[in-house]
């Protein structure tokens, strides 16, 4: 019997995508740090240069990161593109698209010295133009701002839905239907923006739920990025009766008669 697994033989993944790079992901980055977990940051590096701030209908004042700070703050973590200035994305040209996505991309990239592959849709509207763009700019996917509830892994990196967000009400049983089911490659993220956990009162509750989640074994904590390039990768492998060939430059690992195999890049194992 063959089983496809996560790096390290892992079965279970798990990942949080936050948005808006705000003054509260400096505790937000501190709770996943702590629980050695991942995260995704989808930043407006407009909104960071100019250090954007708005009032909340709650009365909290929102507050983006300097770069300075963001800089810093987020090593060890995936930064992503949100758009250049969070616009409505439904009243803009194709050439306005392509301004937000890769002046964004361009400026994440400087200032956080690395390759941004990651794109998450601004507020929810997203479309087959949208998505053109995103190919364009060179992004490897893009999250959407629609849920799938579920644990299986995306077929369409170009619309990628996120398992849940954290305001969701059914996020308690969403996390133990997790570390309980036996799905093949299970995959749960919680998405977000951490001002909520401010103005919701939900540290707590967070804080409760990475604990969990971090004291399984079974779960790897992934980036975005790491997810989407593992997954592709998985789909390249050939995998039959006699013997499994990985046709990636990474390593794949599967669980094979109860036995835990890692295959290198273009490795042929033989059942």
């Known amino acids: 019997m ?3 697994l996560y790096p390290n033989g892992r ?3 798990f990942n949080v995508s936050y948005d808006d790079g705000v003054l509260q992901d400096i505790r937000f980055v ?3 740090n702590k629980y050695n977990l991942k995260g995704t940051f989808n930043l407006n590096s407009h909104l960071m240069k100019t250090e ?3 009032k909340h209908e709650s009365g909290l004042v929102i507050k983006r990161l300097s770069e300075n700070i963001a800089s810093d703050l987020y090593s060890g973590h ?3 593109s949100h758009t250049l200035t969070h616009p409505y994305m439904d009243s803009l040209t194709e050439n306005e698209i392509i301004h937000e996505l890769q002046t964004d991309k361009d400026n994440l990239e400087m200032l956080f010295e690395s390759e941004v592959k990651g794109f998450a849709v601004p507020f929810d509207f997203y479309s087959e133009l949208m998505e ?3 190919k364009k700019c060179g992004f490897e996917y893009a999250r959407i701002s629609e849920e799938s509830l579920s644990y299986t892994p995306s077929t369409d990196f170009y619309k990628l839905e996120v398992g849940i967000f954290h305001l969701d009400t059914n996020l308690d049983s969403y996390i133990d239907n997790f570390l309980s089911t036996n799905e093949e490659l299970a995959f749960c993220q919680i998405a977000g923006h951490s001002y909520d956990l401010d103005t919701e009162n939900m540290w707590d509750k967070i804080e409760a739920i990475f604990k969990k989640l971090s004291a399984d074994n079974n779960i790897l904590p992934m980036t975005t990025i790491q997810f989407v390039e593992y997954i592709k990768a998985m789909n390249l492998a ?3 009766e006699n013997y499994i060939k990985n046709n990636s430059n990474i390593s794949l690992w599967f669980s094979v008669n109860d036995r835990i195999c890692e295959i290198k890049p273009n490795e042929v194992y033989y059942v």
């Open 238 to 240: 050939e995998i039959t």
């Open 52 to 54: 954007f701030e708005w």
């Open 78 to 80: 995936e930064i992503a």
């Open 132 to 134: 053109e763009c995103v």
């Open 2 to 4: 063959i089983k496809k």
């Open 11 to 13: 079965p279970k993944a």
């Open 30 to 32: 501190g709770l996943l």
